[in-house]
């Protein structure tokens, strides 16, 4: 049995033989552990595998421990070594030459077009038809092997190698990097934010992986963000009269307020619609857990 076919095919007999056959690690049993778990709630979707996802970073963190990414301001793609997948379980309608140079292993990345340019990107991954000439100016940034066994640092380094091994344009390695010091953390996370950079992803070296919100994985940036649920319009007045003047929002807790700034004007005279999913960013919680100078950041696409 290979570590492949567990990881596409999980059982609790695949599981339960694999780690008394081969006498397995903890770290290689706690990964196909996190595949068997996922395996039912995968059924039924498109997914390879559930995608790990980031808390947010908490102030002064200690980076020691860690390998840290720049966070791509990007769509999330899984690749299964086939085919590419929005993080929601639909398949990414991608032209064949781009799907034609990735690799046959299955890679966690962003398509990325570089920074300040997701509205683009996303107008162009959404297309059901893809424009092959806009896709040129989108690559895949890998930053994950979900199917290879271990701690995150040695599923990255089998990434970087697998990058050397087999380059071509339209895919590329996330660089992780060690940071010595919490001061050396914040002086890279200016720069970055300078350079109109989005933030960093700080994922602990010695975690082995699994899918869903995970303490192993964390975002650090300038600003946090969240996504609520647009339940309202609010009328605008004085010079948003006869306009959008905010939304009403629901968080997935329950919580509900008013994002009033942060739209365009062509946003408020055609505002997200009821019902949509929108992300907004925001500075800590009020005493009573509401954000705290929540403001619109854009809509949620449904990928």
Do not use: N
């Not at 059982?11 to 996922?38: E, I, K, V, Y």
């Not at 999330?76 to 993080?87: E, I, N, P, Q, V």
């Not at 292993?105 to 340019?117: F, K, N």
């Not at 700080?202 to 082995?208: E, N, Q, S």
């Amino acid at each position: 049995m290979s570590i492949e076919s567990l990881a596409q095919r999980p059982s609790r007999r695949h599981f339960l033989s694999a780690c008394a056959r081969l006498a397995a690690t903890p770290a290689w049993c706690a990964w196909a552990g996190a595949a068997l778990a996922q395996s039912t709630a995968l059924a039924g979707s498109g997914l390879p595998w559930q995608p790990m996802l980031a808390r947010e970073a908490g102030d002064g963190i200690d980076p020691r421990g860690y390998l840290v990414s720049e966070k791509l301001d990007g769509v999330r793609a899984l690749w299964d070594g086939r085919k590419l997948w929005f993080r929601s379980g639909l398949p990414m309608a991608a032209p064949a030459g781009f799907v034609a140079q990735l690799p046959a292993a299955g890679l966690d990345g962003e398509l990325w077009m570089g920074r300040a340019s997701f509205e683009r990107l996303v107008g162009t991954v959404r297309r059901a038809v893809p424009d092959e000439q806009a896709w040129q100016g989108v690559r895949f940034m890998a930053f994950d092997m979900p199917r290879q066994p271990g701690a995150f640092e040695h599923r990255a380094a089998a990434l970087a190698e697998l990058g050397r091994r087999q380059p071509q344009p339209a895919w590329a390695v996330v660089q992780q990097r060690r940071v010595a010091s919490p001061q050396a953390l914040a002086t890279w996370l200016a720069q970055l934010v300078a350079e109109r950079g989005e933030g960093l992803m700080l994922h602990r070296a010695d975690a082995p992986w699994h899918g869903g919100r995970s303490d192993a994985l964390l975002k650090l940036k300038p600003l946090a963000d969240a996504e609520a649920q647009v339940v309202a319009h609010v009328p605008g007045q004085g010079r948003h009269a006869g306009r959008l003047g905010a939304l009403r929002v629901r968080t997935r807790d329950g919580l509900e307020f008013k994002l009033g700034t942060g739209f365009s004007d062509a946003q408020r005279d055609d505002p997200p619609p009821l019902g949509s999913w929108v992300t907004f960013t925001y500075r800590g919680l009020t005493d009573a857990g509401l954000p705290r100078f929540a403001a619109f950041l854009r809509l949620r696409e449904p990928l």
